[in-house]
């Protein structure tokens, strides 16, 4: 809270009030950040009332918070890195994947980036949590990780990518997947088919010898 002072002129009569800065504006604004290390403990605690509550508190703040949750990504998991069929929930996930998925667009783009890790389970909850979010910048990535040659990479970026049905740059994606079709490598072509069956309507048959995903 601002305070008034007097002001004294020069010749020393005349008292002027002028208004002076809160000392404390620095001390108040500190306060009222978010403490995320004591709200990351609750977070990825046992009780799931309390990660309610963080949960309601982080989206007051949900840059801030998707900044901090990502350097701390994927967190506790009781998941192991393993070929998906179906995109799981962010829950099934862990605690952040979950936070991330409810914070939305921010966490969109503090996530794009995990999409090309060199990390291979960082990768791969990457691309299941994208699948929650389903947001327009992450589709590149997921559709890059469908050539991964790692067939849980493959498989879970098969799986996020069919939250993407309906963004205008799918069915684009899905040209370019067709053209991948006649690919000289083998493995390309191959996945290219595999992801087609997972997207598209129609089945895509390919002359490709499964053999080649795991050669």
């Known amino acids: 809270m601002s305070r008034l002072?007097?002001?004294?002129?020069?010749?020393?009569?005349?008292?002027?009030?002028?208004?002076?800065?809160?000392k404390h504006a620095s001390t108040a604004a500190a306060r009222s950040r978010p403490d995320f290390a004591a709200l990351l403990r609750i977070l990825t605690g046992?009780?799931?009332?309390?990660?309610?509550?963080v949960l309601e508190h982080l989206g007051r703040f949900p840059q801030a918070a998707a900044d901090k949750l990502i350097l701390h990504f994927p967190g506790p998991t009781a998941?192991?890195?393993?070929?998906?069929?179906?995109?799981?929930?962010?829950?099934?996930?862990?605690?952040?994947?979950?936070?991330?998925?409810?914070?939305?667009?921010?966490?969109?783009?503090?996530?794009?980036?995990?999409?090309?890790?060199?990390?291979?389970d960082t990768r791969y909850f990457a691309l299941l949590t994208a699948g929650s979010l389903a947001y327009p910048e992450l589709l590149d990535g997921v559709f890059r990780a469908l050539f991964a040659p790692e067939p849980e990479i493959s498989s879970a970026a098969r799986a996020a990518a069919t939250a993407f049905?309906?963004?205008?740059?799918?069915?684009?994606?899905?040209?370019?997947?067709?053209?991948e079709l006649s690919s000289p490598d083998p493995l390309r072509g191959l996945l290219a088919a595999r992801a087609l069956d997972a997207l598209a309507t129609q089945p895509v048959s390919t002359s490709v010898p499964l053999a080649a995903e795991s050669g």
């Open 79 to 120: 998941r192991s890195r393993r070929p998906v069929f179906e995109l799981p929930r962010a829950e099934e996930l862990g605690p952040i994947p979950a936070a991330l998925a409810f914070l939305g667009k921010p966490a969109a783009t503090a996530l794009a980036p995990l999409l090309d890790s060199k990390n291979l």
């Open 5 to 22: 002072v007097w002001a004294v002129s020069d010749d020393g009569d005349e008292q002027t009030p002028v208004e002076a800065p809160a």
């Open 165 to 179: 049905r309906g963004h205008p740059p799918f069915n684009r994606a899905l040209e370019q997947l067709r053209q």
């Open 46 to 53: 046992p009780d799931p009332d309390q990660r309610a509550k």
